[in-house]
């Protein structure tokens, strides 16, 4: 049950300091695999949460049990339902975005797909974007600004696009409630169907994906800042070749270039010499993050040097 804890945020995080980095910049932009790839994991998100349904529902775990798979389920919900989601939005085909909302409501998450569109595009490295980390901010402080600032946030712009369409910012119209009322469906079904233990492992998972989600926003954009009528472009996100980012995450780690060109796929996506480069990998780099002193001394040191 915590196999999938120890693989991704122990073996890889350890590996992710050995391997070289990988700065080519190929891509088969006709080729099928990348948006087959893409699809495969809404259904391994859907196998994923039925296994944690079955195991809570036909076993008994004690306490550390119970946390390990719940969180377990949490790192695949985020390093893989949010990660894959985050490109399928982007997609201007309908069948594809509504693939990355389905991905986002499996882990409780109400307010990215606003939020990151809508918010964070327009205004990253500026005051007005939640999902930028501040020069000095830790990612305790973060993750709580940031989660409840983009669900703000959301609501707002969902409120302005209802009012032109003279409909209350209210109504299950507006993306935020109308995913609030659904995960709330959601529980209830949850706790008529199988238990109350099987709604609080589902919200564990969720938890647990969304601050792997904020943890990802922290490192991306960690002090670096732009005036706001300054276009966006590669030197305002961190970006980092490491193997393990690149290929475990689909690019994810070459957000650089995403925020320059955000209508890319993520596989055509480029590694750029001017961008400001991670000292670790994505999935490293959790690590020192999770110390702010350590982190602090690491980020600030590297933002020294480029100025």
């Known amino acids: 049950m915590a196999m999938n804890t120890i693989f ?10 050995f391997v070289p980095n990988d700065k080519s910049n190929e891509s088969e932009e006709d080729d099928w695999f990348p ?16 296994s944690l349904i079955y195991s809570v529902t036909n076993y008994n775990f004690n306490l550390i049990q119970f946390l390990l798979l719940g969180i377990s389920t949490g790192v695949n919900s985020g390093s893989s339902a949010i990660v894959i989601a985050h490109e399928l939005v982007h997609r201007k085909n309908k069948f594809m975005r509504g693939l990355g909302q389905f991905l986002l409501f499996s882990t409780g998450n109400i307010y990215f797909y606003i939020d990151h569109l809508k918010v964070h595009h327009k205004w990253v490295g500026t005051h007005k974007d939640p999902a930028t980390a501040r020069y000095g901010e830790s990612l305790y402080a973060f993750f ?14 969902e409120s302005v696009r209802l009012k032109s ?17 659904l995960q709330i469906i959601l529980w209830l079904a949850l706790i008529l169907l199988f238990g109350p233990m099987v709604l609080l492992a589902y919200l564990l998972q969720a938890f647990f994906a969304n601050f792997l989600l904020e943890y990802t926003n922290y490192i991306e954009h960690y002090g670096l800042s732009r005036n706001e009528k300054e ?10 070749d490491k193997v393990i980012s690149r290929y475990f995450l689909i690019d994810l780690s070459r957000h650089a270039d995403h925020h320059y060109y955000a209508s890319k ?5 480029k590694s750029y010499e001017s961008s400001p480069v991670l000292p670790g ?27």
């Open 8 to 17: 991704s945020l122990g073996i890889l995080a350890v590996l992710e300091n």
């Open 35 to 50: 948006d087959g790839l893409l699809i495969s994991h809404v259904g391994l998100q859907v196998l994923c949460l039925s």
């Open 144 to 157: 709580v600004r940031s989660t409840f600032s983009q669900i703000e946030s959301s609501f707002k712009v």
């Open 165 to 181: 369409l003279g409909r209350s910012a209210w109504s299950p119209f507006n993306y935020v409630i109308g995913s609030i009322m």
């Open 231 to 240: 276009r966006v472009t590669e030197i305002h996100s961190w970006q980092t």
């Open 265 to 269: 796929p993520y596989h055509t996506l």
């Open 281 to 307: 990998g994505y999935v490293s780099m959790i690590y020192y993050a999770a110390i702010p002193p350590l982190f602090f001394k690491k980020i600030h040191g590297l933002m020294g040097k480029s100025k």
